[in-house]
C-alpha cells in the first residue's frame, strides 16, 4: 500500500495498492557531483551545474533540472549500450517505484516507522544539516540498503504531476496522462526542509525546466 494520511495533505491520499511485477534495480545513491562530472567530461552534457560553495565530489548533484537528469541518462544508456526502446535502460523511477523503494515495506512516516527523532540517523534535513547538502552515503540505508531516500535533496521522478492518486496507476508505471502537464513530480524531501516534508509520502512538484539547490535524481532500471 502506497500513500498514508497520517499527517499528510490531500495529495498524498487516496491510499492504494500498487503492484510492481518485475524486478527493479535502483541506484544506492542518487547522482553525485562526481558522476555528473564525468559526463560532462565524456561530452554527455555541456552543463556544469554549481555547487552553491559546498563542494562536489560525493555530494549529490544538484541545480539540475528533471530535463539536465534525461540528458544525463541519455549519456548513461549510450555508456552502457541500451537503445532508446530497451525496457532495460537506465532511467527516473515512476513516483510509486519510488514510494515503494523508500518505504522498503514500512507502512510508517519514514522507512524505520513514526518515531521522529530516529531520522537524524537516517536523513540530512533541517535539523542537522547545517543548510547545505552532506556527501552520499553518510547516514543509515533504509531496509532496503538505499541511502539517502529521505532529505540531502529532492529527487526528480518521471511522473508528470497530479493533485491526488485518483486514477493513478496499479502496477508501478509512471503517470504520464492527464494532471498538470507543465510540472513534474520530486520525492524525499531535502536539506533544506523540516522532517514532515521528508517523510516517505511527501510529494513536491516543479517546473521540468527549473534547476534549484536542493534538488536532483536517482537513476533505476528494470530487470529482464
Not at 553525485?32 to 554549481?50: L, M, Q, Y
Not at 540505508?141 to 511522473?159: R, S, Y
Request: with cysteine; net charge neutral.
Amino acid at each position: 500500500m502506497l500513500g498514508i494520511g497520517k499527517v499528510g495533505g490531500d495529495d498524498e491520499r487516496p491510499q492504494r495498492r500498487v503492484t510492481i511485477g518485475y524486478l527493479l534495480a535502483v541506484g544506492k545513491y542518487p547522482i553525485t557531483f562526481d558522476e555528473w562530472d564525468a559526463c560532462v567530461r565524456d561530452g554527455g552534457s555541456d552543463f556544469t551545474p554549481g555547487d552553491e560553495g559546498w563542494g562536489r565530489g560525493q555530494r549529490p548533484v544538484i541545480n539540475v533540472s528533471w530535463y539536465d537528469a534525461q540528458t544525463y541518462l541519455r549519456w548513461l544508456n549510450r555508456k552502457a549500450g541500451f537503445q532508446e526502446e530497451d525496457p532495460r535502460r537506465y532511467r527516473l523511477l515512476s513516483e510509486a517505484e519510488w514510494e515503494f523503494a523508500c518505504r522498503a515495506r514500512n507502512q510508517g512516516q519514514w522507512p524505520f516507522g513514526d518515531m521522529e527523532f530516529q531520522l537524524r540517523e537516517y536523513a540530512w534535513y533541517f535539523d542537522n544539516s547545517g543548510k547545505q547538502t552532506h556527501p552520499v552515503g553518510v547516514k543509515k540505508p533504509n531496509p532496503f540498503g538505499l541511502f539517502d531516500m529521505n532529505g540531502n535533496v529532492w529527487e526528480w521522478v518521471e511522473d508528470v504531476w497530479h493533485r491526488n492518486y485518483m486514477g493513478s496507476p496499479g502496477n508501478g508505471s509512471a503517470w504520464l496522462t492527464g494532471g498538470d502537464v507543465s510540472r513534474r513530480v520530486l520525492r524525499g524531501g531535502a536539506w533544506i526542509v523540516r522532517a514532515e516534508r521528508c517523510r516517505s509520502a511527501s510529494r513536491l512538484r516543479d517546473d521540468p525546466s527549473n534547476r534549484d539547490r536542493c534538488s536532483g535524481f536517482r537513476v533505476a532500471r528494470t530487470l529482464e
